[in-house]
């Protein structure tokens, strides 16, 4: 029996996940919940239900993989890693599916997995962002009578663009990324992702001075790539393991140091090389080394006496956690705590702030329609904080929301939480001492 069948057969049909699913909230349809689709992988997994099947390939595609389940499930079943193989097998028959999943596997493949056409990219879409051409674009809603999909996507990338916290004239702060300028303390190894040196360079930027202001000495390794999460969720696990052991080999030069991230997503997925490689001889016992190591900027900020900055702002705040980050990393409260270093901060609490907003990698572009009515959901709980700012540790999750609350009209600014504390340092003069 393989280990996936093991872990198929420690489901015990409770129903206990169901309400935990977004998919199956919105649908009812018990093959959109975790009990439904574990049953569908256990007819495929003894040949009662062939792989290729229609009803196979539509209820695991329409699965968020946000892993809500797993925090309510009695037996521990590892939904998240079986997610991942059921879709390994529908990736191997991508030929076989419609465009949109041959082209995400060609650019997996052949653009996403090369470090310089990735980098390239993610240059050109920063530069057509910067330019003001996608919010001109989305003005005209020549978009929207093209496709809605395209409106979404163009959305997407403008959301990403910087939030100014600064006052006018407040000036940048050099992020100074040479470990051998940083003060004196532990050393920790910063994992900047793909997307978010390409596109959230300002994050890893505010992450780089607040850990130095804590007391920590910063490098940043020159030779990590992406975290793999893209393929990992898409089912190429092959791809995935391919940056793992690129990553593995990145951070090896310092075996004790911390390996912190600013992304859920990311830091979930590295956190689980050790899951990914379990079959690897060569690398097996380094990738469980690798992921003992991963900590979020929060946790990592927790192990600490966090220094206070000063109240800046009287906008509302409000805090949606991100799923990887808080089912994946476990990272539960860290993230508030970071924020109450700010003093008199004015926070609103948000309404089931852990249920999935419905980002999920490149969900939104694959399935928009059942994405639409988790957003819908999320930006309604949104919308009842009277928050001017909403913080969030991901990427994906920033430009999800960032990005409906654009179309929908709704005047709110996104960022890491990070950021917020990095400006009330800067406000409070630590970066001058």
């Known amino acids: 029996m393989t280990a996936e069948e093991q872990k198929l057969l420690a489901c015990i049909h409770c129903g206990l996940c169901l309400e935990a699913c977004p998919t199956y909230v919105l649908t009812g349809d018990e093959n959109d919940g975790p009990r439904g689709r574990l049953y569908l992988m256990r007819a495929v997994g003894e040949g009662r239900l062939a792989s290729d099947s229609a009803a196979f390939e539509r209820h695991i595609d329409r699965c968020l993989g946000c892993r809500a389940c797993e925090s309510v499930c009695p037996a521990g079943v590892e939904y998240g890693q079986l997610l991942e193989a059921a879709r390994s097998e529908l990736f ?27 980098r390239l990219v993610l240059s050109i879409l920063r530069i057509v962002r910067d330019s003001g051409a996608v919010r001109l674009l989305l003005r005209s809603r020549i978009p929207r009578f093209l496709s809605t999909r395209f409106e979404f996507a163009l959305a997407l990338l403008e959301s990403s663009k910087p939030r100014s916290l600064s006052a006018p004239g407040g000036g940048d702060i050099p992020a100074s990324r040479k470990s051998e300028q940083s003060v004196p303390g532990p050393g920790v190894m910063l994992f900047t992702g793909c ?9 890893n930027d505010a992450t780089v001075r607040v850990l130095r202001i804590n007391s920590h000495t910063v490098d940043l390794p020159t030779h990590q790539v992406c975290c793999g999460a893209l393929h990992a969720h898409a089912g ?29 997503g990311c830091g979930a997925l590295l956190a689980s090389y050790h899951h990914l490689l379990a079959g690897d001889g060569q ?39 991100s799923c990887h980050l808080h089912y994946g990393q476990h990272a539960g409260e860290a993230p508030l705590r970071m924020l109450q270093a700010i003093p008199d901060l004015k926070f609103s609490t948000l309404q089931d702030s852990q249920r999935c907003c419905g980002g999920a990698g490149i969900y939104n572009l694959l399935e928009p329609e059942l994405s639409r009515q988790v957003l819908e ?7 009842a904080t009277r928050a001017g700012i909403l913080t969030t540790g991901n990427a994906g999750c920033h430009m999800q929301i960032g990005a409906g609350a654009y179309l929908a009209g709704l005047a709110i600014g996104i960022c890491h939480p990070v950021e917020l504390l990095d400006e009330s340092y800067r406000r409070a003069g630590l970066y001058q001492q």
Not at 195 to 203: A, D, I, M, R, S
Not at 290 to 296: G, H
Not at 377 to 383: D, H, I, P, Y
Request: hydrophobic letters at 45%; zero cysteines; charged letters at 30%.
């Open 92 to 118: 191997q028959a991508a030929q076989k599916r419609g465009l949109n999943y041959r082209l995400l596997r060609l650019a997996l493949r052949h653009l996403w997995s090369a470090r310089w056409r990735q």
């Open 195 to 203: 997307v978010g040196e390409g596109l959230f360079k300002q994050v």
């Open 236 to 264: 190429d696990l092959e791809g995935a393991r391919r940056l793992a052991r690129q990553n593995i080999k990145a951070f090896e030069a310092a075996v004790e140091a911390p390996i912190v991230t600013n992304a859920g």
């Open 283 to 321: 690398f097996v016992e380094r990738a469980v080394r690798f992921s003992s190591r991963v900590r979020d900027v929060s946790q990592l900020l927790e192990e600490v006496p966090i220094k206070v900055g000063v109240s800046f702002s009287d906008e509302a705040v409000t805090y949606d956690a």
């Open 377 to 383: 959901q999320k930006l309604a709980r949104v919308q």
